[in-house]
């Protein structure tokens, strides 16, 4: 009635009186009765309209009906109540101090003059399937008989009179209600009625909306469980990948790459199904999702390499910690990328061969660098047995240049790093010129001369007589010039 009287800008007044109302605890009804039955008694005996001094004086003395200790035991209970409620508000969320009737009244207040606070009002006070449905299309009629999102037109199908979808993501993170969210659409999306293209349609620019903010926010646990209401398993397997790289336990990582491994088999699956359905309605480039742009081939490979991650995972990842240090995952053309994998493979090389020789291919890795890596690696460690048997794998696979190049990088380590002369690994280089080349690096310089004057190479010699010269090794100096007398 008074709203109706007042003649300016309704909303702030509405906002004044629901203030009004949410600020004071809940009415004590039992001991409003009894103060109203009490004034009953004392105006029985007035017949007139205005009451006299004395009726009025003892109207306004309202002895309680209840002894003052069980009065003190109530107010001590009250306070109990509410610190308990504090507390369970810090527990699960918000509890609110508005019996149904007074809720209900604010919620029409709102509906009918401020729409747009209602969705905060509404998650204040711990409705948040309510507020959730105010975006959502309804066959049944709410309580004020609203059944439209919008009473407006707008250029945003989305935005509705209590606000955007951004809006309602940002109250159901900030109260911890996004499974809420996920509840009222799933229930939606399940429903047996659950068959109208329009409905369907909007649903999916909900979900897409939604996704796009959990994306943005990098809320990727949300995005995830969206993404899978959405139907969409493309963009679900890639989604778990980047869950794998914030993982820090192998068991998490092994969990979301077994998911991801899962949704990409499942993209498939419906690729192959629908396949004939594509040909006949074919879709521009333009109007395709990022997942319906994947080729089939592309899908599988990220399968293939989910797989690969999973079993580098379970062989390098036994201790907890950031997981992202031994991902497979990124751009390859990213210097960081091809080291990491790198890295990856060369420490896999040493136990398990068979899966590093693998992945050389699959990410088409830089085969040389990688094992020369390793042989580095286990020289500077004294592994000889397993270089041994490194060395023993990776023989067939490579030219003997190369094979040279990967006996060089630990020949190298031993004589700089150890002091040491290995001789065996210098027996095993192909190249006459590269066992000159160690044999001097671990100061074999006679070796050298026999190397290089049996193979008949003069810049070998040549090469032999400076470093005599360099290290003062008067004899070998004497027998390269007397050969080089000879050949030149």
């Not at 794998?244 to 499942?266: D, I, P, V, Y």
């Not at 590269?434 to 044999?439: D, F, G, I, W």
Request: glycine share 4%; hydrophobic share 35%; net charge negative.
């Amino acid at each position: 009635q008074a709203l109706q009287q007042f003649k300016g800008d309704a909303p702030p007044v509405v906002l004044d009186i629901i203030n009004t109302i949410e600020g004071g605890p809940p009415v004590d009804v039992s001991s409003v009765r009894s103060m109203y039955e009490h004034v009953a008694k004392s105006a029985a005996t007035i017949f007139d309209d205005s009451l006299s001094a004395d009726s009025y004086l003892n109207v306004l003395y309202m002895p309680s009906t209840f002894p003052r200790s069980e009065r003190s035991r109530q107010s001590r209970d009250s306070l109990d109540s509410q610190f308990s409620s504090a507390n369970s508000y810090l527990e699960d969320g918000p509890r609110s101090n508005l019996d149904s009737v007074r809720y209900a009244e604010c919620i029409h207040y709102l509906q009918e003059y401020a729409r747009p606070q209602m969705l905060a009002f509404m998650f204040r006070h711990g409705h948040y399937a309510e507020a959730c449905s105010l975006f959502f299309p309804s066959s049944e009629p709410t309580a004020e008989g609203e059944t439209s999102l919008s009473s407006v037109p707008r250029s945003d199908p989305l935005t509705t009179d209590y606000g955007t979808i951004d809006d309602l993501c940002d109250l159901c993170l900030g109260y911890g209600a996004m499974s809420v969210l996920e509840d009222t659409i799933l229930a939606i999306t399940q429903s047996p009625t659950y068959h109208d293209t329009t409905v369907i349609q909007y649903m999916n620019t909900v979900l897409t909306r939604i996704c796009n903010y959990c994306e943005m926010h990098r809320h990727y646990n949300y995005l995830y469980n969206f993404l899978v209401l959405k139907g969409d398993h493309v963009a679900s397997g890639l989604c778990c990948i980047q869950l794998f790289m914030n993982s820090m336990s192998q068991e998490e990582s092994l969990k979301h790459l077994g998911h991801a491994k899962t949704h990409f088999e499942e993209a498939l699956s419906v690729r192959d199904r629908t396949i004939e359905a594509t040909k006949l309605v074919s879709r521009t480039a333009r109007n395709k999702s990022a997942s319906e742009k994947l080729t089939r081939e592309m899908i599988m490979k990220f399968s293939t390499r989910v797989s690969y991650q999973m079993d580098v995972v379970k062989v390098l990842n036994s201790v907890d910690g950031p997981q992202w240090k031994t991902s497979l995952f990124g751009n390859p053309t990213d210097p960081e990328t091809l080291r990491r994998r790198c890295m990856v493979v060369e420490t896999l090389a040493e136990k398990h061969f068979d899966l590093a020789f693998r992945m050389l291919h699959e990410f088409d890795l830089p085969v040389v660098d990688v094992y020369a890596g390793v042989a580095a690696s286990l020289a500077e460690r004294k592994k000889g047995g397993q270089l041994t048997e490194f060395l023993k794998n990776i023989r067939g696979t490579i030219e003997d240049d190369e094979w040279d190049q990967v006996l060089g990088a630990a020949i190298n380590v031993y004589a700089n790093k150890h002091k040491e002369r290995p001789d065996r690994l210098i027996d095993m280089l192909i190249s006459n010129h590269r066992k000159v080349l160690a044999c001097v690096v671990c100061g074999r310089l006679k070796s050298a001369f026999q190397i290089a004057s049996r193979s008949g190479s003069v810049a070998d010699v040549q090469y032999v007589a400076h470093q005599a010269l360099h290290a003062n090794a008067l004899p070998v100096l004497d027998m390269c010039k007397q050969w080089l007398a000879q050949y030149m």
